[in-house]
Nanobody
Framework: QVQLQESGGGSVQAGGSLRLSCAASEFTYCMAWFRQTPGEERQAVATLRTTTNKIYYDESVKGRFTLSRDTVKNALYLQMNSLKPDDTGIYYC????????????????WGQGTQVTVSS
């Protein structure tokens, strides 16, 4: 089972930036960042297919968030700029194996999550 540990969450004002980090025991076929807000289903914010390096961004974060990884450190990052109150939520680092849908909130190994709060 993949071990994942997120860090970097916090509270910022709208327009600010945060950088989330995820320490992973290994990289799998799909590495992703999901977000959960109260009353909502977990949603894929950004995903990376490691075999092709193809990155998917949800429309709500395109142009503001950047997913990257460090293969030496086995770390996944999410740089979040121009943050909005709607970005508030718990952010999870997720690892999925081949055959599991990358952008689906089901399956995979999940970290414990890190809280991001954006105030207006």
């Amino acid at each position: 089972q993949v071990q994942l540990q997120e860090s970097g969450g916090g509270s910022v004002q709208a327009g600010g930036s945060l950088r989330l980090s995820c320490a992973a025991s290994e990289f799998t076929y799909c590495m992703a960042w999901f977000r959960q807000t109260p009353g909502e289903e977990r949603q894929a914010v950004a995903t990376l297919r490691t075999t092709t390096n193809k990155i998917y961004y949800d429309e709500s974060v395109k142009g503001r968030f950047t997913l990257s990884r460090d293969t030496v450190k086995n770390a996944l990052y999410l740089q979040m700029n121009s943050l909005k109150p709607d970005d508030t939520g718990i952010y999870y680092c997720v690892a999925k194996r081949s055959g599991q849908r990358c952008e689906s909130p089901n399956n995979g190994n999940w970290g414990q999550g890190t809280q991001v709060t954006v105030s207006s």
